[in-house]
């Protein structure tokens, strides 16, 4: 069965710490999407990798192959921060995206 | 660059009642996909359009269908309504392939069956 977890589901740290969400799935990929949920429900993709390492501003998504999993960090981490992360893949051999349950950070000032 | 927009942003319709919900893509993008949110399931898969073809569907029943026009525009119809479709729908426009191209949501469209 094609599935997706995330860990942790609920995050609270203080703002500068460094934050790290896991990722894992059950079969080979094509793709690995990170996304960013705020409050009132829009979502912004923050990454989209199928191999190695990505960075953008504070925000790093890993990906390793062999052992199913990614992880996405972020460094000096601020209230702004505060969202729900979603990871999403897309299987091999099928087309469409199959999502984790979400890890909801809150970052205190 | 305009967004991706989708039509209504809130509607409240009752039990057994349509409702047909509107998504224009990013200008260029030709694939449409469109996701259920939901407290308990979370986001799932409804379906996705690519050159006004239906090219995935999730595991939904027959009530939700869709399509895209020419302009690449998409829309959505849940007919008889029930009360656990109450959700957040969002759509998503790419380039090509949803699962295999960066996506660009929506702010969503919030329904609430009564």
């Known amino acids: 069965k094609n599935e997706v977890e995330q860990s942790p589901q609920n995050l609270t740290a203080q703002e500068g710490e460094f934050i790290t969400i896991n990722c894992s799935y059950s079969v080979g990929i094509s793709a690995l999407h990170w996304l960013q949920q705020h409050p009132g429900g829009g979502i912004v993709s923050l990454f989209m990798?199928?191999?190695g390492k990505k960075k953008h501003g504070r925000l790093i998504a890993t990906i390793n192959i062999q052992e199913k999993h990614s992880s996405l960090h972020i460094t000096a981490s601020h209230p702004r921060d505060s969202a729900v992360y979603i990871c999403?893949?897309?299987?091999?051999?099928?087309?469409?995206?199959?999502f984790g349950q979400g890890t909801r950070l809150t970052i205190n000032p | 660059k305009a967004g991706v927009t989708q039509t209504p942003r809130y509607l409240i319709k009752t039990r057994g009642q349509q409702v047909t919900l509107s998504c224009s893509p990013i200008?260029?993008?030709?694939?449409v996909s469109w996701y259920q949110q939901t407290p308990g399931q979370g986001l799932q898969f409804l379906f996705e359009y690519f050159s006004e073809t239906q090219r995935n569907k999730g595991n939904f029943p027959g009530r939700f269908s869709g399509r895209q026009f020419s302009n690449s525009r998409s829309e959505m119809n849940v007919s008889t309504l029930e009360l656990g479709d109450s959700a957040l729908y969002l759509c998503?426009?790419?380039?090509?392939?949803?699962?295999?191209?960066?996506?660009?949501f929506g702010a969503g469209s919030r329904l609430t069956v009564l």
């Open positions: 999403a893949v897309r299987f091999q051999g099928a087309q469409k995206l199959v």
């Open positions: 990798l199928s191999s």
């Open positions: 998503a426009s790419s380039l090509a392939w949803a699962g295999a191209n960066v996506l660009t």
């Open positions: 200008s260029g993008h030709r694939s």
